[in-house]
């Protein structure tokens, strides 16, 4: 048998032993407690009939001569030894049949003899101890009726158990299903999924778990892309700079020319491989937030110092616009200039000659909001959803001309999500484009 299987088996049997033993423990008890009621109230009423019976007796003959003979035939018929006495206690007579039998014993039942009661008695009737038939049948019924209720016990906790071996099992299934489900999972199969059982709690763990395998196919399926991903993107400047170096061996192209086309390959490969690592570190459960209580227009004006050559060299105007209280946010602030400063580089790649990029910050809406402006190229509507995702250029050719590795945005997102809060881009192509991180407050 399986394990969940026995375990609901010793819980129906506990809960069938308890059922049943109560049931047996109230049924005998009330039983035997009528029987003795019963028992009781015939033995008064019978001791009643043959005192009255006897009291006559001695009216119609004012003596208790000759009463034995009636008083034989009552204790035949009552099953008990009966003794009268007169009203001096003298025994009259007594239906002892052995004269090995114990003599009268006082304390024996008893009722005296007369009409009123505040008339002298003129005798007393004992009733002897001994137990009757009448009594030995009455304890031969109460242990019957106790075999019959064992009996119905018994065959009760036996139909209960197979019943409860037909619901255990039913009941156990959809764990076993459950159970083989995790297995392959374990297997490093994340294709099954488990059947919704119709129990709540069940079916919600069987929603959880394939919900988890649902996660893990997906995680699978990401990790198989990132690793062609990254093969692809290291391809293209190794298989250059493979070029460059053939053609030189030819003699086709110039030292001069190859070493500095080379030497741009190798910064392109350096810059991915720096991107990589620290997409790493942003994605990565790992990251580490040093949060403290930050004014975002700090963390804006040492972004935009840091971005002030890159600005220059394009006669740039570089801004920030806020007011002048301060826009606190629990955050790291090494991660928040990190961000603001991608969103410049990429506001400053795409500006034109002598345009204005814009950080502006506020409170909005009981968030944090910080937002890059430029009037640069923009983006169009249909690339704007994927300029978030890893690896993914607008435009590859003038990326590869600003070396570009196509994972700032990722990393931007990635560092925004681990503070809680969103990032978000619109753009009018010719226009220029707006991003805007939004942080709770
Ligand atoms: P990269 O490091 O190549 O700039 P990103 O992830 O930062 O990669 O950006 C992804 C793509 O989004 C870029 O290749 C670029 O085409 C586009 N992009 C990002 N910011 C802007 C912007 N401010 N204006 C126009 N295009 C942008």
Known sequence: MRSIQRR???????????AV?????????????EIEQYDRLAGELEITRISHWLTGYYELEDSWEGVQPYLDEMSALSGRR?????????????TRTDPSEAPLDRSWPSRDLGYREDDEPVGRLYVGREITILQRF?????????????????????????????VSRPLSRPIRELVSVAGNA?????????????????????????????????????????????????????????????????????????????????????RI???????????????????RETDLRDVVDEALRASMPAASHSQLQLDRKS?????????????????????????????PRGGAVTVSVREANGTA??????????????????????????????????????????????????HGGTIAAVSEPGQGSCFTVRLPL
């Open 8 to 18: 609901f088996f010793r819980a129906f049997l506990l809960v069938i032993l308890i």
């Open 186 to 270: 374990g297997r490093g199969d994340f294709r099954t999924r488990a059947k919704i059982p119709r129990d709540a709690e069940l079916a919600t763990l069987a929603q959880t778990l394939n919900t988890m395998m649902v996660d893990l196919e997906t995680a699978v399926r990401l990790r198989r892309n990132m690793v062609a991903d990254i093969a692809h993107e290291l391809r293209t400047p190794l298989t250059n700079i493979r070029g460059y170096l053939e053609a030189k061996r030819d003699g086709i192209v110039t030292d001069e020319a190859s070493t500095a086309i080379i030497e741009s390959e190798v910064a392109l490969l350096v």
């Open 82 to 94: 009966l003794v009268v006495t007169d009203a001096a206690g003298t025994v009259v007579a007594d």
């Open 21 to 33: 033993g109560t049931e047996f423990a109230i049924v005998l008890r009330a039983v035997t407690e």
């Open 323 to 351: 007011g002048d209280d301060p826009v606190m946010v629990n955050a790291d602030p090494v991660r928040i200039t990190q961000v603001v400063t991608i969103l410049l580089a990429n506001a400053v790649k795409h500006s």
């Open 369 to 418: 909001e910080l937002a890059v402006h430029d009037e640069g190229a923009g983006i169009p509507a249909e690339e704007l959803p994927h300029v978030f995702e890893r690896f993914y250029r607008v435009d590859p050719s003038r990326s590869r001309e600003t070396g570009g590795s196509g994972l700032g945005l990722t990393i931007a997102k990635h560092l925004v999500e681990a």
């Open 138 to 166: 009455r304890s031969r019924m109460v242990r019957s009726i106790r075999s019959a209720l064992l009996l119905g016990s018994g065959v009760a906790i036996i139909l209960a158990l197979l019943a409860s071996i037909l």
């Open 273 to 291: 491989v720096d991107d990589l690592q620290e997409l790493a570190i942003a994605e990565s459960e790992a990251l580490r937030l040093d949060r």
